[in-house]
Each structure stands twice: as structure tokens, then as C-alpha cells.
């Protein structure tokens, strides 16, 4: 007679799925060696856990929750799983309810990782160094946007009375704001790398954004280079954020232009992007088994890579150019981030040395029926009389912002905190017509003190102030705001707003 509880044991630890077992409410109870492996937690440690503790997203947790309780169970459930070093696994999870011998309920549970979910040894050293530039970025952005908000600010209140100054010292200062603005390009770079994958994900035609893109690089560099278009309006759209894929475009056209001045720009040199719909055996190829794309190619007949350098292309600061100037390594690692975590797409590279290099994309197909609409509007200009109310932290920022919208003709009240910013509000209720609040404070972040405004008045007009990302910031309350200003901002484009929004 066969040993079920043996029968059973051993197809616990032979099967090649990661299976696991917990009680009725989701603690650990047992875990076979293929569950150890994929999410690096020791069984010890696991015990201690709940298997909710590994989702990404507590929707999806939820959602499976639900689905037990009203059938006992769910199959192969599309979530994605953190790690202990806290890589992203896209699984498919089935779990079934059970009762023991002795009458407790309990739950197992299957993990599946597709074929195209797992990686190479090469790509998980990837993710794992874009996991913790992701961390590093979010940390830095803040501060660093702070002080070139501070310098960059200064540098323009200065050169209001440019007219008056010494020519040179106008042209020092001048090449200084140059400065300011490079930092600032290299900050919106790490903020790209350190945002969450957009909830604003539209059907955009890819040709508008390739052509506009290229109509760009036109005027900005060698005619000698030919920029070549090579899709059809109107036929290929694809899922994403519009200005995210704008810069994944820029950046590989930044790169492959480089790689055509390394070489001498001659007659005959190109970059070209192209687009098609991924056919089955280009999808099988690299393990995508999932899902509709299309296949985008961006190439140039540039000075190649070497196999050793393509394999190391999307890592962050890895460059074969000077790495001293500003921002080099990081171009590349932005596409890969944009593509892959942002997009839900994949990305690929070949090269030759001497011939060139092509970029395989993929990105998920859109619809031309849901196609995000550009809506212009023309906003008249009227003299500046608006009382405002600044609430930051950061001395610096708030002194040149003062100065700036005084000079614009505003009046300001100030406020080095949320508590201070309640109860300026409070005194100056009716006279105050619009408030500019930063989100990262001491004693009362903004969240909470946006929270307090409209408690005190629902109808509040606020600008957010923010060097994080405007798509990560505008949610729950914060989705009230009337204006978002992305650190460090030009002060002309505050006033900009300001009018914008009396003006409607």
C-alpha cells in the first residue's frame, strides 16, 4: 500500500514549482527548497513571515483573499513577489484552501515563474544594481533639487539687473545658470529611475513621438547625421507615458550620435528608428510568451560594441567615453528602466564594431481608439497682484522665491513649516489667494498639512512644490492641487503657473 504522507513529502521536494504551505491566516508553516531559492529567505526567517509580507502590491493580495473565501481558491494569479534583496519576481500563483487531519484550516500554495519572468545571472546583477540606484535616486533628488532650486534661483534674481552689470560678469553668470540647468537635466535622470511605474499609461502613436523626437535632434545637432523615421502615422500605437518615452528616444539617439562623432560624422552617416508589429517567432525567441508588442528598432551606423561592452551597456555609470563630464554612464540605464519596469516592455541590444548598433524594443501594443488627446489652450497675461503664501523648509528656497514673486509684483507671506503654514493660513484666510507648498517638511509634511487647508477651506487654491516626480506625488489629497512644480524649477515658469491658474 502506498504512504501518502510519504508520497506526498516527496513530491513537495522534487517538483520544480515553489510550493509552500501556511496556516488560515497566511503564516508560514512549511516551504519546499525551490521556494528558498527563488525568494532568498532562509526557512528560519520565513516562519516568521506571512506570505502577504511578499507581495508588491496589497491589492493583489486582496484580491486572492477574496477569491478563497468566496470559492476556496485561485489560479495562476498574475502578481509580482519581492525578494529578501529586494529584487521584483513576476509569478503566477495558485492557492487552494485545505483542512488538516486534526480539523485547522490551511492554505497551499504553487509559484510559477514563466519562461520569459526568469533571468540570466548577467540580468539579475542588472536589476539588482538598478534596485539600488532606484533607492540611491530617491534618496539624493530632494536635496540635490533644493540647492539648485537655491543656486539657480539666486543666479536669476541676480541677472534681473543685467542690463546694469559688467558684460563679463553678466556672461560668467550666464554660463553658471548653463550649469544649473546640466544639474538639473541629470536630477530629472535619477528622478526617472527612482519614480514608480506610471499610472498614466496611454495608447500613444509611436510615430508622433518618434518624428517630434527627431525634429528635435535636427536643429540640435550635424546635419551631416540623417534622422530617418521609417514608421507609418497612425499604424503602430503603443501603452506608456508619453514624456517617458520621449526621453527613451532622446537617450538613444544621445547615445548613437555620440558613437557617430567618435568616428568623424561623414555623408551617408544615420540614426533610424523603425517599428513593426513583433511577429511570434521574434516574441518566442526571447522567451516572451505573453502579450501583444510592438517591435521597435532604433539603429546607427556608429563605431559598434564590442560583445563584452553590449553585455554591460544598461548598467548604471558604465560608459566607454569620457566619464568626467556630467550625467555620463546613466543615458542608457534610464532607457532600460523606462522599457522594462515602467513600461512592461523588454529590451535587447547587437553590435558590430565598425558597422553599428541596434536596439531591439518591445512595447506592449495600444489602441488608436483610446489615444491620449493634445489639447492646446491660450492663457492671456495680467499684471501680477496676487497675495501668496510660501511654506517650505529650506531657507534658501524660500528667500528666492519671496524675492521672485515680490519682484513679479505679489505679495508674500512666508512660513518655514506646516505647523507655521496652518496658522499663517488661519490669520491671513482672506487675503491669501494662492499657497506654494513643499511636500518634504519637518514637524508637518505637506500631505498632512494640504490635508489641514482644506478642512479650513475646501475651495484652497495650492501649487505643490516637489522634487519628487509629479505622476508619483499626485495622489489621494495631493490630487487636489491646482498646479505642481517640479524641483528646481525656473522662477519665470512659477509665475507662469500662478497666472494660469487666475486666468482661467
Known amino acids: 500500500m502506498v504512504d501518502l504522507t510519504s508520497l506526498f513529502s516527496n513530491l513537495f521536494k522534487l517538483t520544480s514549482d ?67 534583496d529586494n529584487i521584483t519576481i513576476q509569478i503566477l500563483l495558485s492557492i487552494e484552501k485545505f483542512e488538516d487531519e486534526n480539523g485547522e484550516n ?48 539666486n543666479l536669476s534674481m541676480t541677472l534681473l ?10 556672461k560668467y553668470l550666464k554660463e553658471s545658470q548653463k550649469v544649473v540647468y546640466q544639474a538639473s537635466n541629470l536630477v530629472k535622470q535619477f528622478q526617472t529611475l527612482s519614480a514608480e511605474s506610471t499610472d498614466k499609461v496611454m495608447s500613444i502613436d509611436f510615430y508622433k513621438i518618434a518624428n517630434s523626437s527627431f525634429s528635435l535632434l535636427e536643429r540640435a545637432t550635424s546635419r551631416l547625421i540623417e534622422k530617418r523615421v521609417n514608421i507609418e502615422e497612425g499604424k503602430y500605437y503603443v501603452l506608456g507615458d508619453r514624456i517617458k518615452l520621449n526621453q527613451m528616444i532622446l537617450n538613444l539617439a544621445t ?87 515602467q513600461t512592461s516592455g523588454f529590451i535587447d541590444a547587437e553590435s558590430e564594431i ?14 488608436s481608439e483610446i489615444e491620449e488627446e493634445e489639447i492646446e489652450t491660450y492663457i492671456p497675461s495680467l499684471p501680477a497682484t496676487e497675495t501668496v503664501l510660501i511654506v517650505d523648509d529650506e531657507p534658501s528656497v524660500l528667500n528666492v522665491l519671496k524675492e521672485s514673486l515680490q519682484e513679479m509684483g505679489h505679495k508674500v507671506i512666508t512660513a518655514r513649516d506646516g505647523e507655521e503654514g496652518i496658522k499663517r493660513y488661519k490669520k491671513f484666510k482672506d487675503n491669501i489667494d494662492v499657497i506654494i507648498l513643499d511636500l518634504n517638511m519637518p514637524k508637518m509634511g505637506g500631505t498632512e498639512t494640504f490635508e489641514k487647508l482644506l478642512e479650513i477651506n475646501p475651495e484652497v487654491k495650492v501649487i505643490i512644490s516637489s522634487g519628487y516626480d509629479e505622476i508619483e506625488v499626485r495622489k489621494g489629497v495631493l490630487s487636489n492641487a491646482k498646479g505642481f512644480l517640479n524641483k528646481p524649477y525656473e522662477i519665470s515658469k512659477m509665475g507662469s503657473i500662478i497666472r494660469e491658474l487666475f486666468n482661467q
Open 18 to 84: 515553489a510550493v509552500f504551505i501556511t496556516n488560515s491566516e497566511g503564516k508560514f508553516r512549511s516551504a519546499n527548497d525551490k521556494l528558498i531559492e527563488l525568494i532568498k529567505f532562509s526557512e528560519h526567517e520565513l516562519n516568521k513571515l506571512n506570505y502577504e509580507d511578499l507581495f508588491i502590491d496589497k491589492l493583489d493580495h486582496n484580491s486572492i483573499k477574496d477569491s478563497i473565501k468566496l470559492s476556496g481558491s485561485v489560479s495562476k494569479f498574475q502578481t509580482d513577489f519581492k525578494t529578501k
Open 106 to 153: 490551511g492554505l497551499i500554495g504553487i509559484i510559477e515563474v514563466p519562461k520569459q519572468m526568469t533571468f540570466t545571472r548577467e540580468e539579475i546583477d542588472l536589476k539588482q544594481r538598478m534596485a539600488f540606484l532606484n533607492l540611491f535616486a530617491k534618496g539624493i533628488t530632494v536635496d540635490f533639487n533644493n540647492l539648485l532650486m537655491g543656486i539657480g534661483g
Open 161 to 170: 539687473d543685467a542690463e546694469t552689470m559688467d558684460p563679463k560678469h553678466v
Open 255 to 341: 547615445n548613437s550620435i555620440t558613437s557617430i562623432e567618435q568616428k568623424g560624422p561623414q555623408k551617408g552617416d544615420f540614426i533610424a528608428i523603425n517599428a513593426s508589429l513583433a511577429s511570434k517567432d521574434e516574441l518566442k525567441s526571447r522567451n516572451i510568451e505573453k502579450g501583444e508588442f510592438v517591435h521597435i528598432i532604433f539603429e546607427d551606423n556608429g563605431i559598434g560594441m564590442s560583445d563584452e561592452v553590449i553585455k554591460k551597456i544598461f548598467y548604471p555609470f558604465f560608459t566607454t567615453k569620457d566619464n568626467t563630464k556630467l550625467g555620463k554612464g546613466l543615458s542608457l540605464s534610464v532607457v532600460y528602466d523606462i522599457v522594462t519596469r
Open 354 to 367: 565598425g558597422k553599428g548598433t541596434k536596439f531591439h524594443i518591445f512595447l506592449p501594443l495600444g489602441s
